[in-house]
């Protein structure tokens, strides 16, 4: 059974670009949480789309968006890139939501902004 | 609002000897635990979780951790590391009470390093 696949591994961008991310889930998971990881905030949630809505949403500006796709693949995208923004993104998928179910993670995409 | 907090950033332990690995919980209500290993430039995985049950949880690799209320606590342990274990660790909490989503609340991660 294939993991949680994000893509690309890694991204470098110039400030006041905007990215896509993608990210396709676990077959049959429903769920999709993005994360933040950086050496200083440590692990912050984005946001999580379940059935192509998003269902929560963490303190993050409004550059920080997402959606989700009838097939459960999501994306995140980052308007107005900023120094600070360069971070691990970590996407997560679930089987369904409930906060008893088991997140299997991607690899990550590694972005860096210039 | 629930927060994680581990209290060791780094910890260095020699190969066959014995470790814990420590993290403490706030929340108002009810919590799921979760332990997750990070191993250099990969995602996390699980290691282990606490539901309910046996406060005694048993994980991969060997490793265990054990679900305390009264102090709040859902330290890891494993009684004798190996090489193979030197990676990011992180202690982890979801709501057992009114929240529909999986949002986990993350420590901010304890670097294993296990030394020949």
């Known amino acids: 059974k294939a993991g949680v696949t994000q893509t690309p591994r890694y991204l470098i961008k110039t400030r006041g670009q905007q990215v896509t991310l993608s990210c396709s889930p676990i077959?049959?998971?429903?769920?999709v949480s993005w994360y933040q990881q950086t050496p200083g905030q440590g692990l912050q949630f984005l946001f999580e789309?379940?059935?192509?809505?998003?269902?929560n949403k963490g303190n993050f500006p409004g550059r920080f968006s997402g959606r989700q796709f009838s097939n459960s693949r999501s994306e995140m995208n980052v308007s107005t890139l900023e120094l600070g923004d360069s971070a691990l993104y970590l996407c997560?998928?679930?089987?369904?939501?409930?906060?008893?179910?088991?997140?299997?993670f991607g690899q990550g995409t590694r972005l860096t902004v210039v | 609002a629930q927060s994680v907090t581990q209290l060791d950033s780094q910890v260095p332990v020699f190969e066959e000897a014995p470790v814990e690995l420590r993290c403490n919980y706030s929340?108002?209500?009810?919590?799921?635990l979760f332990w997750y290993v990070q191993y250099p430039n990969q995602g996390l995985q699980l290691l282990l979780k606490y539901l309910s049950g046996s406060t005694l949880v048993k994980g991969i690799n060997g490793f265990e951790a054990e679900f305390n209320k009264s102090q709040t606590s859902f330290h890891l342990r494993k009684p004798s590391v190996h090489i193979s274990d030197t990676a990011e660790y992180f202690c982890a909490v979801t709501r057992r009470v009114g929240n529909t989503g999986n949002q986990f609340y993350f420590g901010t991660g304890t670097s294993l390093t296990v030394i020949p």
């Open positions: 077959s049959g998971h429903r769920s």
């Open positions: 929340s108002s209500v009810s919590v799921y």
């Open positions: 997560a998928s679930s089987l369904y939501l409930g906060t008893s179910t088991e997140a299997f």
């Open positions: 789309y379940f059935s192509e809505t998003q269902r």
